[in-house]
């Protein structure tokens, strides 16, 4: 695809025209700010403009004058993908939403109706001003957009029990290209009427319309969780208590951290985690009264059959959350330690342990320091893979391991990404996943939608 590279102010200037005053920014010093997302991916393009939309006219307005100027658009929420798909690319216009920000909660309707730039947490905290609840937590819901959430089809810690953003997605609108507005879906629970496109759109990363609208399904506020934590001398035996747990039942949340992400919080946040341990694990029941405790105990009780060296829990809901914070702040920690690259392996649950040590042997061939954390309850795992910018060898060998842990997960009945998306870091192992006749498919949808494939060109597919 070739884009019209020189655009000449007068095109600008139209559309400056269509937006409304301060919705446009030219000046380099503020767009350099909407060049990168978290991949800390080395290189995005430049953009020739940034257009901060507030109202779904605005978008319609952008892609219309992109469509006629062939000008890429690059959709961005908050900017926090680790996969590359807010990177700019050359030449684009940026469309941030982060001016969308509106919620509306319908509490006898158990919805919500939130534009998107609005916070993940901020539609939490909406909803449970009405004793209601926005289930999906990825570890960044004070910093992601639902836009993006919903571009991602993003996932979190709560999702082994209470499923993905496109669980609660009951419809969206979305800007095409061309600057036509759907609405896909609606406010109804059920809802079978045609094919299911709204679907089709959440996870679509950007590349077949910009979302300005979604309506999410609430549920009543969960009673307090009761924590667990267990470590272990090894991964191996922390994943066959994976194993266990998964089968006995479904907790709230599910989730382990290797020694290397132990050591980098402990470092960070001097919490009292025991530093040589093998591995940690995590687990949560919110079932509340005796069913969460009787959920809990059978938790301790497959971690002590597998040797655990220690076992403690909570009832204590501050206490527990702090462990649970202690597992949010892992991608910071280790960032301390170097330049991340974010791995976002799947792969069923019976081969966790497989997985985990085989990330081990890729770290020492590759030579390269990987720490492994990870929503084991869903076997999404997140090797970050931890190099020296600076060190041409070090990128090399990191690159290499990146690469490595997505082969490795393939082999082992996986996916190369459980919830950060394809982006443009993980395109050139897509096809290995799907299939070449799927990737022909999807690019036929991509030609139906965008047909002069202007929307984030180079991501996804
Ligand atoms: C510390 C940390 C922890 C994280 N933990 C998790 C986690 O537990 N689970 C998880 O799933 N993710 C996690 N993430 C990744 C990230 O927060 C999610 O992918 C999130 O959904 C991205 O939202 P965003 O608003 O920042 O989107 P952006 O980064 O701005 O964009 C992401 C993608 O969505 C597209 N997009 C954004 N808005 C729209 C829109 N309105 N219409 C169409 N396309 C759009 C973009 O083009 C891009 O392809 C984490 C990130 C960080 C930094």
């Known amino acids: 695809m070739t884009f ?25 010093d503020l767009i350099e700010g909407y060049r990168f997302d978290r991949s800390n991916a080395a290189h995005a393009g430049k953009p020739v403009a940034v257009v901060r939309t507030t109202c779904t006219s605005d978008v319609q307005e952008t892609l219309r004058w992109a469509s006629a100027n062939r000008i890429p658009v690059v959709p961005r929420g908050a900017g926090t993908g680790l996969a590359g798909g807010s990177l700019a690319v050359d030449g684009c216009v940026v469309l941030s939403t982060e001016k969308m920000r509106a919620i509306t909660i ?50 979190g ?63 009543p506020l969960p009673p307090p969780a009761v924590t667990m934590v267990a470590t272990f001398a090894d991964v191996g035996s922390a994943g066959r208590a994976i194993s266990t747990i998964a089968a006995q039942g479904r907790p709230a949340a599910l989730e382990l951290m290797d020694q290397t992400s132990v050591q980098a919080v402990e470092a960070r946040m001097h919490m009292g985690l025991e530093k040589q341990c093998g591995a940690l694990l995590l687990g949560q029941s919110d079932a509340g009264g005796d069913r969460a405790a009787g959920e809990v105990e059978a938790m301790v009780a497959a971690c002590q059959a597998e040797g655990a060296l220690d076992v403690a829990w909570t009832d204590d809901e501050s206490e527990g959350e702090q462990f649970m914070v202690a597992r949010r702040m892992a991608i910071p920690a280790v960032e301390a330690l170097g330049t991340v690259l974010i791995e976002d392996v799947g792969v069923p649950i019976p081969q966790i342990a ?3 040590r085989g990330v081990e042997r890729v770290a020492d061939r590759c030579e ?9 309850g869903d076997g999404n795992f997140h090797p970050l893979v931890v190099f020296d910018r600076s060190d041409e060898r070090a990128v090399e060998r990191a690159e290499r391991a990146f690469g490595e842990v997505m082969e490795l997960a393939l082999a082992l009945g996986g996916t190369i990404t459980g ?22 498919i999807t690019r036929q949808i991509k030609s139906i939608f965008d047909p002069l494939g202007i929307l984030n060109p180079g991501k996804a597919l």
């Open 4 to 28: 019209a590279g020189d655009m000449g102010g007068s095109a600008l200037d139209s559309l400056a025209k269509a937006l409304p005053p301060g919705a446009l920014l030219t000046d380099p």
């Open 106 to 155: 319908d509490p006898p309707a158990g919805l919500a109706v939130v534009q998107p730039g609005a916070l993940n947490a901020e539609v939490k905290a909406s909803a449970r001003a009405h004793g209601l609840w926005y289930p999906p937590d990825p570890s960044s819901f004070e910093i992601c957009s639902i836009g993006g959430n919903v571009a991602t089809n993003a996932g």
């Open 157 to 219: 810690l709560c999702c082994v029990k209470y499923g993905v953003t496109t669980d609660y997605v009951l419809g969206i609108e979305v800007v095409l290209a061309d600057g036509r507005a759907l609405r896909l879906g609606g406010r109804t629970i059920k809802d079978v009427a045609g094919y299911d496109l709204k679907r089709l759109f959440v996870g679509s990363e950007g590349t077949l319309g910009v979302v300005t609208e979604a309506t999410l399904r609430l549920r």
């Open 354 to 356: 497989e997985l985990v």
């Open 368 to 376: 390269t320091t990987i720490a492994t954390i990870g929503h084991a």
């Open 419 to 440: 919830e950060h998306g394809v982006g443009s870091l993980k395109r050139p192992w897509l096809a290995q996943r799907v299939g070449d006749d799927v990737m022909a």
